[in-house]
């Protein structure tokens, strides 16, 4: 299983770009790249997967250099129901749901 | 709204005591996983149900147990409950695609379990 680290906090003012980066050095050629978002109390949310370049969605982008080996997520202009904490999860191909999360990322944006 | 529902919500019980947490599926989802969440760390995978047989299991003891249901709704079952077993509960469902393609896990908002 591909282990990930991402930074364990980040503070951002509203209407700022956020981007959250996420170290996956072992992941392997067919995993794929996934970001959740978990609001207090509640069940984690999909935002967005991808596998290489570039992935953009109604919520958000992911950046995936060639080698792969990390990610960014890119949150534009935050407010403050952005305030959460983001998982970065490589799951291995056909075993999606058995990758446990880390402590992911907690974003708080300040107003 | 992800169309998984769990219930209860929250849940008081005594050091010891049996409990079982429901959870319905998202229709047409044929994949069923549990988690346990403790306060300020992320989801730990409990097991996955795939088609009502378990199709992977986390490091958790025997006592944690389940089953899937033939409509794809499951259940998790804790016995001899300990205090470390208090924690918010997710249940997550899937539709498993036969690609290298990972799907989307739909997570319902979690019981919330208290032992004293």
């Known amino acids: 299983l591909a282990k990930t680290t991402q930074p364990i906090s980040m503070d951002s003012y509203e209407g700022q770009e956020v981007n959250i980066t996420c170290s996956h050095n072992?992941?392997?050629?067919?995993?794929?790249i996934t970001w959740y978002q978990q609001f207090p109390s509640q069940g984690p949310r999909f935002i967005i997967q991808?596998?290489?370049t570039k992935v953009t969605n109604e919520v958000a982008s992911l950046f995936i250099p060639a080698d792969r080996k990390s990610s960014t997520l890119s949150l534009p202009r935050v407010s403050l129901s952005d305030t959460a904490v983001y998982y970065c999860l490589v799951p291995p191909s056909g075993g999606y749901q058995k990758v446990t999360f880390g402590t992911g990322t907690k974003l708080q944006v300040i107003p | 709204e992800t169309g998984v529902t769990q219930s209860p919500t929250h849940l008081i019980k005594t050091r010891g005591q049996q409990v079982t947490l429901r959870c319905s599926s998202q229709s047409g989802h044929n994949t069923v996983s549990w988690y346990q969440q403790a306060l300020g760390q992320g989801p730990q995978f409990i097991f996955q149900?795939?088609?009502?047989?378990?199709?992977g299991r986390g490091n958790f003891p025997p006592r944690f147990s389940g089953l899937q249901f033939p409509n794809y709704s499951s259940e998790l079952n804790v016995n001899a409950l300990e205090l470390d077993d208090s924690a918010l509960y997710l249940c997550?469902?899937?539709?498993?695609?036969?690609?290298?393609?990972?799907?989307?896990?739909?997570f319902g908002q979690g019981t919330r379990l208290t032992v004293v």
């Open positions: 991808g596998y290489k």
């Open positions: 072992n992941i392997a050629t067919n995993d794929y």
């Open positions: 149900y795939y088609r009502e047989e378990e199709n």
């Open positions: 997550a469902s899937s539709l498993v695609a036969v690609s290298h393609m990972n799907t989307e896990a739909f």
